[in-house]
């Protein structure tokens, strides 16, 4: 990754390893769920966590006093760190970066019914620190005890991937040795969903079909991922497991609407193309991109549109998790940065579920049927959200 440049050209900084995983999907708890889901699909119903029970993680008091969507920051985050191993991390150079779109939204939703209903005095001293959207970063780093960075990006739903790359910025500087970065999003509320479905973003037939002729909107969903990113010469020294190498990041604005894309992909294209300049890396060699792909009209075609300039026609193969996962918001970009990190962990693309019927304005290599083989090269993993927020990493299989 790029620190900047100075008088001589451009100065790198240190090289950026994934040594641990975390995620709480619609698919089940951990990255071990996640993937069977991606890889064998069995998909009905809304996109809720099945069958999370807060208290493997916190007594019933603390539980009480955490919205959903920082319990699901908590759980990914422990786990990932458990994967890592023995990081014997020094606490003042071990930072957290998490993402969430909205932050305690089932808590503000429930409280302000409360204030309604029975009036002030009744209202939860809890409300603050439960709906603030930098209590999932905080509940992180005060279990681990890390006095590094704590910081909190919400980009709607760029914000998992403007938030991996923000921590594994960090590492690259030397600011920290290991951050856990990622996103959580709970909101499936029925005020969410009533507003997203009034602006005519969800799907109506309740089917997520990325890139598919028939698509008509997203599906809504729920989750977390992390990721432990860590200084490579360290993770190698302790004899860590090395998942991948985040080798770039980049983020833009398409300074366009305040949720429509712009329609000809410029912000994507510059997204795409920074971030392979930040990991020194030709379009070419890109051998997989996991897309935003979120099955709305205007996003896919868009974002079609900017890989096609990108890679100068339909470039690699091209995936979108949402048809199994549906559209996590804040967390998205931090689940999807995970699932690429296994397509090169287990060699293999998983398909765009949902994805049967081409829509000949979209020109890409879409993997449809069933996962793809492949030999790992470099991935992008994409995410733009409202507010016309534009993020891009680049992950690359470990050395040999």
């Given amino acids: 990754m790029l620190l900047g440049v ?6 790198r900084g240190r090289r950026v390893a994934v040594t641990g995983l975390g995620a709480v999907t619609c698919c089940g708890i951990g990255v ?29 008091k603390e539980a009480r006093r ?7 920051s908590v759980a990914a985050a422990e786990e990932a760190l458990a994967d890592a191993g023995d990081l014997g991390a020094d606490p003042a150079r071990a930072g957290t970066v998490f993402a969430t779109g909205v932050g305690g939204f089932h808590t503000l939703a429930e409280q302000v019914g409360v ?3 029975r009036g002030a005095r009744r209202v939860s001293p809890f409300l603050v620190p439960m709906m603030m959207a930098n209590a999932g970063a905080a509940n992180i780093s005060m279990r681990a005890g890390w006095r590094g960075p704590s910081e909190t990006i919400a980009t709607a739903c760029a914000a998992g991937t403007h ?12 600011r920290c040795d290991v951050v856990v970065g990622g996103g959580a ?7 969410a969903i009533a507003a997203f479905a009034n602006m005519t973003a969800l ?3 309740g089917v997520s079909r990325p890139f598919d002729a028939r698509r008509d909107g997203f599906v809504m969903s729920e989750g977390a991922a992390a990721l432990v990113l860590e200084e490579m010469d360290r993770a190698v020294a302790r004899g860590a497991h090395i998942y991948a190498e985040v080798a770039g990041a980049a983020s833009t604005a398409d300074a366009h609407h305040i949720t429509a894309p712009a329609p000809d992909g410029s912000g994507a294209v510059a997204c795409m193309e920074l971030a392979l300049a930040d990991a020194d890396l030709a379009a070419a060699q890109v051998g997989h991109i ?19 300039k990108v890679f100068e026609g339909s470039g690699p193969p091209v995936t979108s998790t949402k048809g199994v996962i549906g559209h996590g918001l804040g967390a998205a970009g931090a689940i999807e940065a995970v699932a690429s990190v296994l397509s090169i962990e287990h060699r293999l693309i998983p398909h765009t579920y949902g994805f049967e019927e081409p829509d000949p304005e979209i020109q890409l290599d879409v993997v449809g049927g069933e996962p793809r083989p492949w030999e790992p090269r470099p991935v992008l993993s994409n995410s733009f959200g409202f507010g016309g927020h534009n993020g891009c990493l680049v992950l690359v299989p470990p050395a040999a």
């Fill in 6 to 11: 100075g008088p001589e050209g451009p100065v």
């Fill in 32 to 60: 071990g769920a996640l993937w069977e889901g991606l890889v064998h699909p069995t998909v009905e119903g809304a996109r809720r966590v099945p069958d999370f029970d807060p208290s493997r993680w916190f007594d019933a």
């Fill in 66 to 72: 955490v919205d959903r969507f920082a319990q699901f």
């Fill in 115 to 117: 204030y309604n209903e």
């Fill in 163 to 174: 938030a991996l790359g923000a921590a594994a910025r960090l590492v690259a500087s030397g």
């Fill in 185 to 191: 999003e709970a909101s499936l509320h029925p005020v």
């Fill in 203 to 205: 799907s109506t037939s």
């Fill in 290 to 308: 996991n897309a935003h792909g979120t099955s709305t009209p205007l996003n896919d075609l868009a974002e079609a549109r900017a890989i096609n």
